[in-house]
């Protein structure tokens, strides 16, 4: 039996005079094993990212005048959204095809954040148009 233990860990440590138990070293084991789990769960918490990005499209299905909304399913809950008409811009002078949407932030209700993904409406009365028919937009959907 030891007749010592460390300080840190408490593992078993023997002198020349103790008696020798395998169940000892087993418990050693155990203790270094339980140990080091924790550390490595730790250190790949703390490198775990703290925001991802998902890249990704739709293709508009309402006339622009219509109010016809569509669900983007992303499986997970954006923290915000960035998208725009293929063509490169966001808006035309007098129309908004695209912006940056967030919780406290949804394009006068034109793009909702859910818990899955987001939903995309024409608000004509704003001259917001995220969803028009043939139009095909990119996102950065960040969570």
């Known amino acids: 039996m030891s007749t010592n233990k460390t300080p840190n860990y408490q593992l078993h440590s023997w002198t020349s005079t103790d008696h020798f138990r395998f169940h000892e070293v087993n418990e050693n084991f155990t203790l270094l094993d339980a140990a080091l789990k924790r550390e490595a769960d730790t250190l790949a918490a703390a490198l775990e990212p703290r925001l991802r990005v998902c890249v990704g499209s739709y293709t508009g299905s309402s006339a622009s005048n219509h109010t016809l909304s569509q669900r983007i399913a992303l ?19 007098s129309n908004c095809y695209g912006g940056l949407a967030t919780p406290a932030r949804d394009l006068y209700g034109a793009v909702i954040l859910d818990d899955a993904g987001f939903t995309v409406v024409n608000v004509s009365d704003h001259r917001v148009y995220p969803n028009v028919k043939g139009f095909v937009y990119s996102f950065l959907a960040f969570y």
Not at 76 to 91: E, Q, V, Y
């Open 75 to 93: 499986g997970f809950r954006p923290k915000a959204l960035l998208f725009g008409f293929d063509r490169g811009f966001l808006d035309d002078v």
